[in-house]
């Protein structure tokens, strides 16, 4: 099946090289790294030529298997894992302090949209000021690019 017809537009080509221009040599911190989408960043980002990579994430179980995972996949990568939590302002700076990162894919969210209605406290919590600290605090380092990676789900 074409699925280009199916989608009724050309299909998006990907450019590796401006991609890897852009990453290359750099100190990258990923924000709820160990997540569905932010582990997914990171599993891309070791096929590129970043001088390090900073998972950090609250999720001790899933940064522990995704480093499994990429030890095995891909022992050479430059890649430190961090615990730590979006609304840890403190904790956060440490981490801005410690790794200086030159850019910051933001993937740290909740992100199932009934559970967060049942939870809007924790969802404020995490979603909108955890968001305003590493905003803050990626401003604050004169980081070079911040990636929001956009969850955002319709509800009625």
């Known amino acids: ?30 924000t709820g790294g160990a997540g569905s989408i932010g582990s997914e960043i990171v599993r891309q980002l070791v096929n590129f030529n970043a001088s390090s990579v900073i998972v950090y994430d609250n999720a001790e179980a899933s940064m522990f298997h995704l480093e499994q995972e990429i030890s095995r996949s891909n022992p050479k990568s430059h890649i430190k894992y961090v615990i730590g939590d979006v609304r840890d302002k403190y904790r956060l700076e440490e981490v801005f302090e410690s790794f200086k990162p030159n850019i910051v894919f933001h993937a740290a969210a909740y992100k199932h949209v009934p559970m967060m209605e049942a939870n809007p406290v924790e969802a404020i919590k995490t979603n909108v000021l955890g968001t305003k600290n590493v905003a803050d605090i990626s401003f604050m380092n004169e980081v070079d690019k911040f990636v929001m990676v956009s969850t955002d789900k319709a509800v009625n």
């Open 1 to 30: 099946m074409d699925y280009n017809k199916l989608l009724n537009r050309k299909p998006i080509v990907t450019d590796l090289g401006l991609i890897n221009d852009f990453i290359k040599g750099k100190r990258i911190l990923v």
